[in-house]
């Protein structure tokens, strides 16, 4: 398999079953601890189980995801989260569900170390955020099917019992299994053969790829697209957790409607932000370097303003229009900041890339934000708390425009170091004088 359209159709479903497998024990929550006699402390430590396994993984995936065949990492990692799935509606107890959870992690953030990768290599830089948006538009969607899913399915019936939570989870688990199948067919393209005139070269070589990876931490403009990725997790996971309860305790609105209320806001908004940024970063690229981080920028920024709005609004035609559009600028940064990674970084370095941005992003984002924000909530308020939310978001911002000044040169770095490796590679030794 090769079309570039059937390898990023195949990419985006798998993307899609990743976010359905993550959040259908959220949905199931209540049931599976009334089953299991989990404790509220147990509950929260599921979350915490995948985002550890998630985090540590990353880094180790993309490093050998630089060296080896990048198709048959995703089968892997992907058969491992839906047969952790599996594991999950057979769990016996606690210690199995949470082992289980965090080998649902570690599949899945391998996959979300390459999957950008391959799409790097199938698609131009011109085309490269449209590419990425339709792959990161299985956030959202996958995020809301495992909702519904978890809803749904429970309460259906194979004869004549019903599913109930485990089989909610062996039903979701199969497709993954199938795509995983898929992915192992898939043809893993030449590094960098998108980027640089590579045609003939073949794979760049191995022996470059942990001095390429090293190489990041002296790249600025990395460094500050892992700021603004982190500071953007730092926010939004707190401002998810405690919406729902600030709809209920500071605007008046029963928990129950306001979690219909915020579900039905965050989904299209989110589909049509990621695609939109997708379109624009191509299109400003096209005549700046800068042009993905820009529109980083500006959705950052824009997102600010209508947050602040939708926080401090009490009329509902107001806080749910302003919530929409706020949504829709912040998923706006998904595509346009992960194409600036691809486009930063060294073909033999992408993946380690993108592991690194991930485990930056639990450790320093939504691992320590919770704890924080809720600290503040404590001393305070829970208005108070997300009055200080925008600020790590506004930091994010800045940290883009200050991307735009530095891109170029670290373009233009990356490539020379690339372009002289092939070159070693390729020319023949010089006959000794």
């Known amino acids: 398999m090769h079309s ?39 509950q929260g430590f599921l979350a ?15 490093n050998f995801a630089d060296r080896w065949t990048r198709p048959r990492l995703v089968a892997v990692c992907c058969a491992l989260w839906s047969l952790a799935t599996l594991a999950s509606g057979l769990a016996a107890g606690y210690k199995s569900l949470l082992l289980a959870r965090v080998m649902i992690g570690v599949g899945e953030a391998g996959y979300l170390a390459i999957g950008p990768t391959l799409i790097a290599d199938y698609f131009s830089k011109q085309a490269r955020g449209k590419a990425l948006a339709v792959f990161y538009t299985g956030v959202p969607i996958g995020s ?48 960098g053969q998108m980027d640089l005139d590579f045609a003939g070269h073949g794979p760049l070589p191995r022996s470059g790829t942990v001095w390429e990876q090293l190489a990041l931490f002296r790249n600025r403009t990395f460094l500050l697209v892992t700021v603004a990725l982190t500071g953007i997790a730092f926010a939004t996971v707190p401002l998810l957790h405690w919406l729902p309860q600030y709809f209920d305790e500071v605007k008046g609105v029963p928990l129950k409607k306001a979690n219909v209320m915020i579900g039905a806001t965050l989904i299209l908004p989110g589909i049509i932000g990621t695609l939109l940024g997708g379109w624009l970063g191509d299109r400003l690229s096209k005549r700046i370097p800068g042009g993905y981080l820009i529109v980083a920028a500006a959705g950052l920024l824009g997102g600010v303003l209508f947050l602040r ?52 992003m639990h450790a320093l984002g939504d691992t320590a934000s919770p704890p924080l924000f809720g600290k503040i909530i404590e001393r305070g308020d829970l208005y108070t708390a997300f009055l200080w939310m925008p600020v790590p978001l506004i930091v994010a911002a800045v940290a883009c425009l200050v991307g735009v000044v530095t891109i170029r040169r670290d373009m233009e770095r990356t490539e020379a170091r690339v372009t002289q490796m092939i070159r070693r590679q390729t020319d023949p030794p010089r006959a000794a004088r």
């Open 4 to 42: 570039p359209r059937l390898v990023l159709a195949v990419l985006f479903f798998i993307n899609f079953l990743n976010y359905t497998d993550r959040y259908i024990l959220s949905a199931v929550l209540g049931p599976v601890a009334a089953d299991l006699g989990l404790s509220p402390p147990q």
């Open 48 to 62: 915490t189980a995948f985002t550890l396994g998630y985090m540590f993984s990353a880094p180790i995936v993309g």
């Open 144 to 191: 809301a099917c495992g909702y519904v899913l978890g809803g749904l399915l429970p309460g259906l019936h194979a004869g004549t019992a019903a599913l109930g939570w485990r089989g909610s989870f062996m039903v979701v688990a199969l497709p993954g299994l199938l795509a995983a199948v898929a992915a192992w067919f898939v043809v893993d393209p030449p590094r």
């Open 309 to 360: 709005l939708a926080i401090a609004a009490s009329a509902g035609w107001i806080y749910l229009p302003a919530l929409f559009f706020g949504v829709l600028c912040f998923m706006a940064c998904t595509p346009t900041l992960n194409a600036t990674i691809a486009n930063i970084s060294a073909p033999n370095a992408r993946a380690m890339a993108y592991a690194t941005v991930i485990f930056c």
